[in-house]
């Protein structure tokens, strides 16, 4: 029974030491005797005192641990390595649901406010919005008037006239018997918008008596409130500017039609004509971007 291995019952060969299917250890065998130790010889004592016979010790040699077999070993490492991922993976879990219940219940919430409370100045800022213009253009079709109209008995002066304007002079003797022509005209028939872009300019070709100045302000058939119009000479020199009186326009619109009566002599040169209300003065592509007047004189 010796050679018997104690793990898987196989037999052990001659030389072996460990099983060779299990890995069991092989048992020593102890083939000689454990040698007898002689007793000492007795002590010379009295002879009434008799010493018990020493006893015999006997050494027991310590048993071996068996070692682990191949096939065991792989199998110990592997559960080893499952055990380390099965931590990791339960401490990632760990952290991502604590993660997930610190975002949803412990982030701190923005402060709501109640009825009857104010939040101070810091919590609300002030949201300053400039002011939105919108320029819709006009759909209707504007006919401007082709007879000069008269002069209205009363005229319409602004509340608070930023410029001084200038009071139309007395026609002389000599103007009263001359007929008034057309010196400056871009008006038309096609549809028209707010705004002009490009500056009107006009030449005289020698000194001219200027007897009326009309320009268009359509604004979508809102008309605009009377202001006053002028002429600034290429040197700088500024005629006028004179107040407006106000017609009605296409359907009855009021204050659409703004006319001035300069009644004075404008020497010669180039002129750029102004309006105190450009934004709503009219034009279009065919008074090239300009705004709408028309300048009689003679």
């Known amino acids: 029974m010796e050679n018997l291995c104690s793990g898987c019952g196989s037999q052990f060969r001659p030389e072996a030491k460990f099983c060779s299917k299990c890995g069991t250890p092989k048992p020593v065998q102890n083939d000689a005797p454990t040698p007898s130790v002689p007793p000492p010889p ?135 018997n001359r007929v008034p022509r057309v010196i400056f005209d871009n008006w038309n028939i096609d549809l028209v918008y707010n705004n002009p872009q490009s500056t009107l300019r006009f030449y005289l070709g020698r000194k001219t008596y200027i007897t009326q100045i009309s320009t268009y302000h359509w604004n979508n058939g809102q008309g605009a409130y009377p202001g006053t119009i002028s002429l600034v000479h290429e040197n700088g020199t500024i005629y006028g500017p004179w107040n407006v009186s106000t017609t009605s326009g296409q359907g009855g619109a009021p204050n659409v039609n703004w006319i001035c009566y300069p009644n004075t002599y404008i020497p010669q040169g180039n002129y750029t004509v102004k309006d105190s209300d450009p934004f709503t003065w009219s034009h279009n592509r065919a008074s090239g971007s300009a705004g709408f007047s028309k300048i009689s004189g003679f």
């Not at 923005?110 to 300053?128: C, K």
């Not at 939105?132 to 008995?153: A, I, L, S």
């Open 42 to 176: 007795p002590p010379s004592v009295p002879p009434s005192i008799s010493a018990p016979p020493p006893q015999q010790q006997y050494h027991q040699p310590a048993p071996q641990q068996p070692m682990p077999s191949p096939a065991q070993q792989p199998q110990q490492s592997r559960l080893g390595l499952v055990s380390i991922l099965i931590i990791v993976f339960s401490v990632i879990l760990l952290l991502c649901i604590g993660g997930t219940v610190w975002y949803f219940f412990g982030r701190s919430t923005p402060a709501t406010q109640t009825p009857g409370t104010q939040l101070s100045q810091a919590q609300t800022p002030a949201i300053v919005q400039p002011p939105v213009k919108t320029v819709q253009p006009p759909v209707e079709t504007v006919q401007p008037p082709k007879k000069t109209p008269k002069p209205p008995k009363n005229i319409v002066k602004p509340a608070t006239p930023t410029i001084a304007p200038t009071p139309s002079p007395k026609p002389d003797s000599d103007s009263n």
